[in-house]
């Protein structure tokens, strides 16, 4: 038995919420059911959380904790899990997934023990897994997995789906940008805008795609982010096209619509982007931010964070050279290949039997 632990999940907005509903289902076409503990059922993750944890965990069997911060909201409780359970539920085996390695609050002035609870996480977990090889580096756990993260958004558009078609209703008849993600603080929005603002003065029937939803269940900070940011594309009228909530086969017809992906994390292009997977999948060039994962490199050309200038002009430069855009796309294909679902799945099977025997 597989007991998965997230802070979020469907219907709740976010992509670990998405990631774990993914790697669920492809877990269950690989003969691995499993169940959830989320938000939903616990409200909040602060000690009553653990109490709920015992009582859903399975006597013996996998616990599989998805580690965002934010996802637990912002306490420190997520981190004592792997302790609880091997005391009272010692025949079971608790892997944590790390999403990110940052830290959640605790209390005012909790200063390195905000650090010492996330190693106290990785440490007293079975087994880490983590997209990101760095991640681990980091907290140099006992045993250790990478294992990628997949797409959130099939390339599946609408029957018929005509790309010329759907453009024109779109208005589309230039050089179009996509960004796909949360409006959040890590995703450098204020520079996504600059750079876009730069493009439109060399091509004035450009388009950004903005795609995605506004805020994610567990971040407040989002709602702020997304707040500044319609305030900021007025100006842009009609340049910016930004639907609101797509559903996939609808979403994968915008990707599909566009030339290039502008992705200006602040943190850099890394495998545990599931927007930078997510237009990986749908053929685009991606245009991201130094520094680089490996993992991700030849699907990327990637600039300074807060150059501007430096983005709008790779954005150009990939849509007038279609040597270099074929590169990044074949990079991009590979990449999808790697990350593909039943890939990761068989990985995670592999990982739980390892630790059953």
Excluded at 181 to 192: E, Q, R, V
Excluded at 318 to 327: S, T
Aim: aromatic share 6%; net charge positive; glycine share 8%.
């Amino acid at each position: 038995m597989i007991l998965f632990v997230s802070g979020e999940y469907p219907p709740d907005v976010g992509g670990v919420g998405d990631y774990t509903e993914r790697l669920r289902a492809a877990l269950g076409n690989a003969s691995c059911p499993s169940d959830v503990l989320s938000r939903r059922e616990v409200g909040r993750w602060d000690a009553r959380s653990l109490v709920r944890l015992v009582r859903r965990a399975p006597p013996e069997g996998i616990v599989h904790i998805q580690y965002q911060p934010a996802a637990f909201d912002l306490l420190g409780d997520v981190c004592l899990m792997p302790v609880v359970l091997r005391r009272i539920r010692p025949r079971v085996r608790v892997v944590a997934t790390l999403h990110d390695v940052r830290v959640p609050y605790l209390f005012p002035k909790a200063g390195r023990l905000r650090w010492q609870a996330v190693q106290l996480l990785a440490h007293s977990s079975h087994a880490v897994v983590a997209a990101d090889e760095r991640d681990l580096d980091a907290l140099r756990p006992h045993k250790r997995y990478v294992i990628p993260i997949g797409s959130n958004v099939a390339c599946a558009p609408p029957a018929g789906y005509d790309r010329a078609a759907f453009r024109q209703s779109l208005g589309i008849s230039d050089l179009t940008l996509a960004y796909f993600g949360l409006l959040n603080a890590s995703k450098g929005l204020d520079s996504l805008l600059q750079a876009f603002e730069i493009v439109l003065a060399a091509r004035p029937h450009a388009r950004l795609l903005l795609l995605g939803g506004s805020a994610g269940a567990s971040d407040r900070t989002d709602i702020h982010t997304a707040t500044a940011l319609r305030a900021e594309l007025q100006r842009f009228g009609a340049s910016v096209l930004r639907p609101g909530f797509l559903a996939p086969p609808e979403l994968a017809a915008y990707l599909l619509a566009a030339d290039v992906a502008l992705l200006p994390y602040v943190d850099g292009a890394s495998p545990r982007r599931g927007s930078l997977l997510a237009c990986a999948a749908h053929g685009l060039p991606i245009v991201s931010t130094l520094p680089v994962s490996s993992a991700v490199a030849d699907a990327v050309l990637a600039v300074a964070r807060d150059d501007a200038t430096g983005m709008a002009d790779a954005v150009v430069r990939v849509a007038g050279d279609a040597e270099l855009r074929a590169r990044l796309q074949s990079g991009g294909r590979e990449l999808t290949q790697r990350t593909s679902w039943p890939n990761i799945a068989a990985a995670h099977v592999a990982l739980y039997n390892e630790l059953a025997n």
